[in-house]
């Protein structure tokens, strides 16, 4: 089997390493690829081809992990060659997953969950050919969400949607129990009923938003467009908290 | 020592066996109880006077344990006679407590946080007089929070405004899983870094909240009232959540 990938990163480089096996054979190419890319190949045990049409054509499963903004451009001008599966492994809305599926035809909607260099990935994958990539569990926990393209792209948004709230929350919560001097004793009472570690793990929760709030802004603001169906009365309320 | 009970309802009941000792004599009355109550008192160890104002009298440590609403009665009216400490374990607001210390001269604010009858329930104080009460830590964990009487009703309310909030923001997060027949994969992909109770306890938070939606929107409703002076976004949106 070839296993091809179109962007070679930290997810496909650590992707590469915890898939390694005698049957299957990795391929990928330098064209145009940054001098960090360049770099990551050199130190792979991966073929190397002239183009990405080549890797395209060749691959039984091909792998798209780059950047968000040029996912649909990568499988705009590839996808047509992909006889074989074609993994979508960025980070992209449901709406340009199911815009990168008009121009792939056996396209599985993918995402790895937990730091891909820690002990526990896991890759979640939906789409109907997501079956066919359950081999992988022998490698990497797999698990296969459903039939349709961009339900892992709504899961995505979905813990999204939880998890920025939650440290909207948090953030007001542990503002106003500092207001009262009481930040300590709030987080060490609530850690009787939400775990020891809720302390830590709130705070590292409120540092990271306030040091990103604008792209954890932007990301409110797409989950709110995403779910225009949807009243989203806590997520709003987030996303004004974030912006104050 | 002696200590007295005015309200011998489950937390008392519990308490007592806890800190049974025999250094301690345990003292109440069945003045004008309910045969509940009655029945609760005869089957402890306990010494039974005729009035409560008797108790009052005798007591080196008074806990009032009754229901919210008769808390600030009964300080009124027999907060004069106790000689030692007054503690209050009433589930009361911040402004109650401080309307009961103008009643009690040697008022301490108590909670017990965690089942009375669980394996590690935990006795939050404040007030002066805490000091005198930390000998409980051989019975029952205490903690002293603070020499200011309302800071453990500060505390809880705290703590109401994140869990209540939180309630909130899983019924929407949930709903919105739901509607996308993804809500058991919601829960999963969350439980990786929520730990693995998550599920359950966000199901227990959920039908705990919309069982008696109207009662924690009352609780929503204390809570924006005591902090009015703070904009609390989050706690604001979790009570329109609540009564949509």
């Not at 962007?7 to 145009?32: R, W």
């Not at 993918?110 to 022998?138: H, M, Q, R, T, V």
């Amino acid at each position: 089997m070839i296993i091809g990938f179109i962007g070679f990163g930290k997810v496909s480089k650590n992707l590469l390493n915890l898939i390694k096996s005698d049957d299957i054979t990795f391929i990928t190419s330098a064209e145009g690829r940054s001098s960090k890319t360049i770099e990551n190949i050199e130190r792979a045990d991966i073929e190397v081809l002239d183009t990405f049409k080549e890797v395209s054509i060749k691959s039984d499963i091909l792998i798209s992990a780059n950047s968000p903004k040029n996912a649909l451009e990568i499988a705009k001008r590839y996808g047509k060659f992909a006889k074989g599966i074609y993994l979508d492994l960025n980070n992209i809305s449901p709406d340009t997953t199911l815009e990168i599926n008009k121009h792939v035809e056996n396209l599985v909607d993918g995402a790895i969950i937990g730091k891909i260099d820690s002990d526990n990935p896991i890759l979640y994958l939906s789409g109907l050919k997501s079956d066919e990539l359950l081999f992988l569990n022998e490698f990497i926990e797999t698990i296969k969400i459903s039939d349709n393209v961009g339900d892992v792209a709504i899961l995505k948004l979905l813990r999204s949607t939880y998890t920025k709230s939650l440290s909207a929350l948090l953030i007001e919560s542990a503002d106003l129990a500092k207001s009262y001097g009481l930040e300590d004793e709030f987080f060490d009472i609530l850690s009787l009923t939400e775990g020891d570690d809720f302390k830590e793990k709130s705070l590292s929760r409120i540092n990271n938003t306030l040091n990103s709030s604008k792209r954890k802004s932007e990301e409110l603001e797409e989950i709110i467009d995403y779910f225009d169906n949807q009243e989203l009365i806590m997520v709003k309320a987030a996303l004004k908290k974030l912006n104050q």
